[in-house]
């Protein structure tokens, strides 16, 4: 997962709006949004790591992380970042709790960032810093540097979001086309991650396109007092595939 951003209004009938990009490797085995077998998970699922970038659970948690650009390649031999995000929807610790239990060891793991709700707290973790982020109401991102690093694709969709909720546009299918937009930054706007300048155009973009690498997933998750939506859109090198969507109630504990 690459780029989220999301409404949070944790005293409204919906606290939580949360939309989303995965971007990887076309060659990286995957399943898309499904329900996990045994499990209250409903994710993705990485087939080569085993864990997943976004996912909710039937009693409401939810759970998404970035990975953190950087011109050093990550360390192969570390633990599955993928498997922090199902561990807590399987999990039953608050918010807080987890994100200081992970703070803890966050050294162990290539660099990410995280998010995570537990049904009352939405709290982010920066694992460079091992910081523990308290997330304020409104409209916050996060994509591969720390939270609300003001990137252009970062700005550009939060600012649609933004407009898309003044305009009272609830329906989540209308969110999709924030999530499509392939509008390259210019060169002047571009990060200084340390990755080629070919490779940083071509990230700037909110919708990823490359042959090789690019967005697999646009996800939208609307998350109510009793109630959860999830919409997810596929996509492989030559486009769209598939788009799932799923309505449960929320089996509160």
Known sequence: MCLIAWNWQPHSDQPL????????????????????????????????????????????????????????????????RGALVADFLQGKMDAGSYLEAIARKAADYNPFNLLVFDGKQLLGLESRHAHIVHIQPGISAVSNADFDTPWPKLVSLKQGLSQHLQQRRLAVPELLPLLQDATLATDAELPHTGVPLEWERRLSAIKVLSPEYGTRASSIVALGRT???????????????????FHFTVQVD
């Open 17 to 80: 709006l949360l939309i989303a990009n995965r971007d990887e490797y076309f060659s990286r085995p995957a399943l898309a949004l499904h329900w996990w077998e045994q499990t209250p998970v409903l994710a993705g699922k990485d087939l080569q790591a085993g864990g997943t970038w976004l996912g909710v659970s039937r009693n409401g948690r939810l759970a998404a992380l970035t990975n953190f650009r950087a011109a050093v390649r990550d360390a192969e031999v570390r633990p599955s």
């Open 227 to 245: 109630g959860l939506q999830f919409f997810e859109q596929s996509y492989d090198a030559h486009g769209p595939t598939q788009a799932a969507e």
